[in-house]
């Protein structure tokens, strides 16, 4: 199975996640709509859940050492269900890119580019991403550790800036929300972004020591975790009531900061560790689309689809929603449910089954 | 891949990514085509007609004397003005705005305008209609400040040339922030408007600006702006307004003291610093608040003729007490009077008392003027200056 | 389309085949008869009727009817070596070799090389070839009738130039010498920076018309065998006409010939070459250019100056990030600054923005083409200034500079703020030599870019311009090591200039044999004083 030969490190691997799970967190905050000021427990609650989910598929992938999803889906399931099935997370993938890429584009067209048309945005980005999954996950690797520690920078410094204008009573009172409410926007946190790391079943299977991996994985996730929910917390305690109104609340915070009349206009520097972080992680979902659809075909590499993949990826933002609004309902209130099979579902049931079963034997790497 | 069905790929690319670059580039506004809206002013009349006043930067008056710049033309006359005033009517802010493109050579630009300013007659309409577009148009800055104009029309004001600033708008929103920071009449934000408009219990404030005429040189009359009192709302219309005693009465209540003065008959004292904290307690169904102000002065004036003494200074520090207490006593009666929320006493008892407020919140309107509001100050003289003994003894 | 393109590139592509080598391996050697005139024959036709060219006949010593004949190219040779040392001992050593002129001729071709002979190298061949090419790089022959065999003198001694200082790269503390054009000058002068015995001068000859001689330098035992082995491999791929400069080495083995970047480092300085052999690097000297090839090359290595070393480590930290900022802002300012002023002015301070509207009041070029005409000026000065005769190098600067700047400013073609930022651009974009020329094309890239599309477009573009250079590999090692794949103990020389008593290990990314080169704990401290003794 040589699609791939490159290695990573955990190191690398921790930092991807991080940069991974910033992905479009700028644009539509974690844990944000219906629990108010209490966003920031919601988002909280969700890092817990999103754990327990990364638990799970990482001990799918501790089961099964250096294989991806597709070839583990075959070996579990048999050839043509594991197939089927794999078929189905690659959709997942494609689907939640092409996601990224639509609320990617709604943020430009309103704050940055209006006139712009949506395409080239789109194909642009699309074309750096291509190329860089071209150059294969350790070029992407290596640049998620020079980009990375730039953008939590840019987050630190953001927060440092607010201090000022933090206003402590915006976020009381605590657990002021209903209970149901608030559960439903923890679950709507962990599908968005923390268990989105599921698609980190492709790549899981290229680190050079398999054993620390799952290790990596909760570091990462808890480094971003807690970055993110420092972010909830002062967007709210900074914006106050406005932060549940105005659909970008970190943007809207950043335009606030104000130091000596100099260091004004930072939002700048929000929609720049965007692109960066969206770059991140439509190239990691790309990568994983594109060699899970070489595994399941058999092809013999996966550098011939990665530009007709990227094209109709963005054809499909493009189209897939009609107006903002339908990107921010199915965000709050379709994706959690839509995201529960490809998220837990399929993870849990393989490990399963795979229990059941015994697997893996020794021998034996067919997808 | 076959060769027609990589041709055919490669077309599809080329026929999308076309007709983007042939359009041009469409966001690029050149910097002389665009025209820096510093102020924005936002009149109604009784017909519910909309005027919008743009004061507009006119960058090369604003270069006077370096020689390199192509275009700047000297007018005539003593006074060179750095803006441009442009009026126009419609039935909504965007109608009147595109009647502004009517005539205007250069796309205005809100990016930079600090100051929004609502004419007397406007805001006793009310005025939700510009609040919306305020937060829904990504341009406007949330650090922006609301302004009501003590005269009828924004207008008016905005057309001021006054003091050391050549671009009025700016110079205005730095009189406020100054006024503010010397804590006679607040500083509001669109943001902080907003988040007091959300509230559904506080009620929002905004400075007042006013014209007065003076004499100046050559005894020419000159208009000057000065800042008057605080307007306060009830949801988008204003319903009252504050003195100069009553607003920073509020001031000392809601926190935002930071230098001034107090004065009382015998002495002038300039404020260190100040904190103040609204301390609800909910007894049965009486709402009871506690403002607990704490503030740490210096001696800068005595007019009293005596040596100084620790005893006069104790003295002196509960005749502060008594001043700042009797400035929050005026603006907690006149928000009685009015009958609106202007500290924020909802808010804090729904801080503190959850589950209660569910039920108090629906009928706050009349809980209000019930409220049993208790002021304590305490008040510490620092330092009492270099001398402490009189120069003209009693 | 790029079918057509990728047909002719592949034209271009190594081939694995090694039909060329082959080719010339195949050729006959000729050898040398025991007629003298008729190998002289042979000489003489196989040499051309070059008037350099000299075939001097003579007798082995007076007495004898020994015939002999000495070659050899005027103006390579040293004349004085070729007339006391050659001439003079075969032609008047009358008693010596006449008590042996009367053996074998065989005899006396080994005895005059071991006995008579006052110079250090003689070889002798059979071989027409190798003759000529003696000859053509030097040596003196000399053929002896009756004797198959002629000897090979090492005479070279042509003008060179002297050991001067080295024009691109100075430092202030160093050491001041810089290679000239001479090979063995330049080894000589690695020599003594490195009296290791192990420093192994491997010698190669590469062109067919030019033979140029290519020397790999390298520390056994510190530079990794594969390291040596694949340069080697690359070297002996190279089939061309001529090897005229050590930049068509480069160009002919290096990582990525169609990147912006350089991956093969250059120099001109003997102390930075001793220093990279040092730390596990491998070096190619090329006879005729004065300058030498470093392998592998990191993007780091564009930052470090020999200065950083010579200095201490506070002042070598600050001003490598001097150099850092000042490259970024080379690549950037110009793209930034168009970019506000097109699409974002809202990112202005208010009274700049005011002072930057005003400066654009009447300008007839939008910002991107007046960025774009202001950068390309610059080149242009800077490249003819490069090319002019000495003599009329201030004229341009003044009337580029001063006048053509000042006057287009007040000509309301170009803006003053822009005038600003090209020129610190400019000045900027000399800190990090290496990458002057990467760093200008890219200015203009960005700057284009930021036209279209402003700020995010300048950030896609960087975001693939980092992507290409993480892929980027020099000798299979990670362009941005120590950085990422990240290895904290190589961060020691990368943003900060560790203190030399820190640096006790030689970077891991060079995958060396010997990973010590220090030992640590050398900290300088003051000599601390007996307790009791006073001060005085």
Request: proline residues 5%.
């Amino acid at each position: 199975m040589a699609l791939e030969k490159g290695r990573i490190s955990n190191f690398q691997l921790s930092v991807l996640i991080i940069g991974f799970v910033f992905g479009s967190s700028v644009i539509i905050s974690p844990g944000g709509k219906g629990a108010g000021h209490d966003a920031w427990i919601a988002c909280a609650i969700g890092l817990m859940e999103g754990l327990l989910i990364a638990w799970i598929f990482t001990a799918l992938t501790k089961q099964f050492k250096d294989k991806t999803i597709m070839e583990i889906n075959s070996l579990v399931y048999g050839k043509i269900l594991g197939k089927g099935i794999s078929l189905l997370f690659i959709w997942y993938l494609f689907h939640l890119s092409a996601l990224v890429l639509t609320n990617y584009t709604h943020f430009f067209k309103l704050q940055i580019y209006p006139a712009t048309p949506n395409t080239v945005t789109l194909l642009l980005l699309i074309l750096v991403c291509a190329s860089t999954v071209g150059r294969g996950i350790e070029v992407l690797a290596r640049l998620s550790i020079i980009l990375v520690p730039i953008i939590i920078l840019v987050v630190f410094s953001d927060t440092l800036l607010l201090i000022p204008h933090i206003d402590f009573n915006n976020l009381m009172p605590v657990l002021d929300v209903p209970s149901g409410k608030l559960l439903l926007a923890s679950h709507g946190a962990a599908s968005f972004p923390f268990a989105e790391t599921v698609a980190f079943l492709m790549v899981l299977a290229f680190v050079d020591k398999p054993e620390k991996a799952p290790s990596a994985v909760f570091g990462g996730l808890l480094i971003v975790g807690f970055m993110l929910i420092m972010a909830v917390a002062r967007n709210a305690a900074v914006l106050g009531p406005m932060a549940e109104i105005t659909i970008y609340p970190t943007y809207l915070a950043a335009q606030v900061i104000d130091i000596g009349d100099i260091l004004t206009r930072l939002q700048v520097l929000v929609a720049i560790s965007l692109i960066t972080m969206g770059f991140i992680k439509i190239t990691v979902l790309l990568y994983g689309t594109v060699l899970g659809l070489a595994q399941v075909f058999n092809l013999h590499s996966y550098r011939p689809i990665i530009l007709p993949v990227g094209i109709l990826m963005v054809i499909f933002a493009l189209t897939n929603v009609g107006n903002t609004q339908e990107m921010v309902d199915f965000a709050e209130q379709g994706y959690p449910f839509y995201a529960i099979p490809f998220q837990i579902g399929i993870p849990l049931i393989t490990l399963v089954v795979a229990k059941l079963r015994k697997l893996p034997q020794t021998g034996g790497d067919q997808v | 891949m076959k060769r027609e069905k990589r041709i055919k790929i490669y077309v599809v690319i080329l026929l999308i990514i076309m007709p983007g670059f042939l359009s041009g580039c469409w966001d690029s506004h050149e910097l002389n085509k665009l025209s820096i809206v510093s102020g924005l002013g936002w009149d109604i009349d009784n017909t519910g007609k909309v005027t919008m006043t743009y004061q507009s930067i006119i960058p090369s008056e604003i270069k006077g004397s370096s020689g390199s710049n192509g275009g700047g033309e000297q007018k005539g006359g003593s006074q060179l003005s750095a803006i441009q005033l442009n009026q126009d009517t419609g039935s909504s802010p965007y109608d009147a705005l595109s009647r502004y493109t009517q005539h205007a050579s250069r796309i205005p630009y809100y990016e930079h305008t600090q100051i929004y300013l609502f004419g007397k007659e406007g805001v006793q309409r009310g005025i939700y209609p510009f609040l919306d577009t305020q937060a829904r148009n990504p341009v406007s800055r949330p650090k922006a400040l609301m302004v009501v104009s003590a005269e009828e029309k924004a207008s008016d004001i905005l057309g001021i040339q006054d003091g050391m600033e050549n671009i009025q708008a700016f110079g205005m929103a730095a009189e406020i922030k100054l006024s503010a920071t010397f804590s006679k009449y607040p500083e509001v934000t669109v943001l902080q408007f907003q988040n007091r408009l959300l509230s559904k219990t506080t009620a929002p404030i905004a400075p007042m600006v006013g014209i007065f005429e003076e004499t100046g040189p050559e005894g020419k009359k000159i208009r000057r702006t000065r800042v008057v009192g605080t307007a306060v709302f009830k949801g988008d219309r204003m319903i009252g307004q504050l003195n100069e005693r009553e607003s920073s009465g509020l001031l000392w209540a809601i926190n935002e003291i930071k230098i001034g003065f107090v004065m009382i008959p015998e002495a002038s004292m300039e404020i260190v610093s100040a904190k103040s904290k609204i301390v609800p307690e909910l007894q049965g169904d009486q709402v009871k608040i506690t403002i607990e102000i704490d503030e740490e002065s210096n001696l800068v004036e005595y007019r009293g003729h005596q040596d100084i003494t620790a005893d006069l200074v104790h003295e002196l520090e509960k005749g502060q007490a008594k001043e700042i207490e009797s400035q929050v006593r005026a603006a907690v009666e006149k928000s009685f009077a009015l009958d609106a929320d202007v500290f924020g006493f909802g808010e804090a008892v729904h801080r503190k008392y959850k589950k209660e407020w569910k039920d108090l919140k629906p009928r706050w309107d009349d809980i209000y003027s019930r409220i049993e509001v208790l002021v304590k100050v305490k008040t510490h003289l620092n330092e009492i200056g270099d001398v402490n003994k009189a120069l003209i003894k009693d | 389309m790029f079918r057509l393109l990728s047909q002719k590139m592949r034209r271009y592509r190594t081939s694995s085949s090694d039909n060329q080598t082959q080719a010339k391996q195949n050729a006959s050697p000729k050898y040398l008869s025991k007629n003298l005139e008729g190998n002289l024959q042979v000489l003489r036709e196989e040499l051309g009727q070059s008037s350099d060219v000299i075939i001097r006949d003579m007798k082995i010593s007076s007495n004898s009817d020994v015939d002999g004949a000495v070659i050899y190219i005027d103006g390579l040779v040293d004349r004085n070596l070729l007339n006391q040392d050659i001439l003079q001992p075969l032609m008047f050593n009358l008693q010596v070799i006449k008590d042996n002129v009367n053996q074998k001729q065989s005899k006396l071709i080994d005895f005059i090389k071991s006995s008579v002979l006052t110079v250090g190298q003689i070889s002798g061949t059979e071989d027409i070839d190798t003759v000529i090419a003696g000859v053509l790089s030097g040596h003196t022959a000399i053929l002896i009738e009756g004797v198959t065999q002629a000897l090979l003198i090492d005479t070279k001694g042509w003008e060179t130039r002297n050991v001067d200082e080295p024009t691109n790269e100075v430092s202030i503390r160093g050491p001041k010498d810089s290679f000239n054009e001479t090979l063995r000058t330049n080894t000589a002068l690695l020599r003594r920076k490195i009296r290791d015995p192990r420093l192994t001068f491997q010698s190669l000859q590469i062109g067919e018309r030019s033979k140029t001689d290519v020397t790999v330098a390298y520390i056994k035992g510190i530079t990794p065998d594969h390291l040596i082995s694949e340069i080697n491999q690359r070297l002996k791929r190279i089939d061309t006409d001529a090897i005229l400069d050590i930049g068509y080495i480069e160009q002919f083995i290096e990582d990525s010939p169609l990147s912006l970047f350089p991956t093969v480092g250059v120099t001109q300085r003997p102390d930075v070459v001793a220093a990279k052999i040092l730390e596990g690097r491998a070096a190619i000297l090329v006879d005729g250019s004065p300058m030498a090839l470093t392998m592998p090359f990191l993007f780091i290595e564009g930052f470090q100056n020999p200065d950083d070393y010579y200095a201490r480590p506070f002042f070598a930290a600050a001003i490598r990030w001097l150099r850092l900022l000042g490259f970024t802002l080379s690549i950037y300012l110009p793209g930034i600054f168009v970019s506000l002023k097109a699409f974002h002015p809202e990112l202005f301070p208010a009274p700049l923005l005011v002072s930057v509207a005003a400066a654009r009041e009447g300008l007839p070029f939008p910002v991107a083409l007046e960025a774009i005409l202001m950068l390309s000026l610059f080149e242009i000065l800077r490249e003819a200034g490069l090319r002019m005769p000495r003599s009329l190098g201030p004229a341009v600067s003044i009337v580029g500079a001063l006048v053509i700047g000042q006057a287009a400013v007040s000509a309301g073609l170009v803006g003053a703020p822009m005038v600003i930022v090209v020129a610190t651009t400019a000045i900027a974009s000399f800190l990090v030599v290496p990458y002057a020329d990467a760093g200008a094309l890219l200015r203009f890239l960005m700057t284009i870019v930021a036209g279209f599309l402003g700020l995010f477009g300048m950030v896609i573009f960087q975001l693939e311009i980092l992507s290409h250079l993480a892929a980027l590999r020099s000798l299979g090692v990670p362009y941005l090591s120590p950085v990422t794949p990240l290895k904290l103990r190589g961060l020691k020389d990368v943003f900060i200039r560790a203190p030399l008593w820190a640096m006790d290990r030689r970077p891991e990314f060079l995958d060396s044999s010997d990973k010590r080169r220090q030992s640590p704990g050398q900290m300088p401290r003051a000599p601390q004083t007996k307790p009791g003794k006073r001060e005085g």
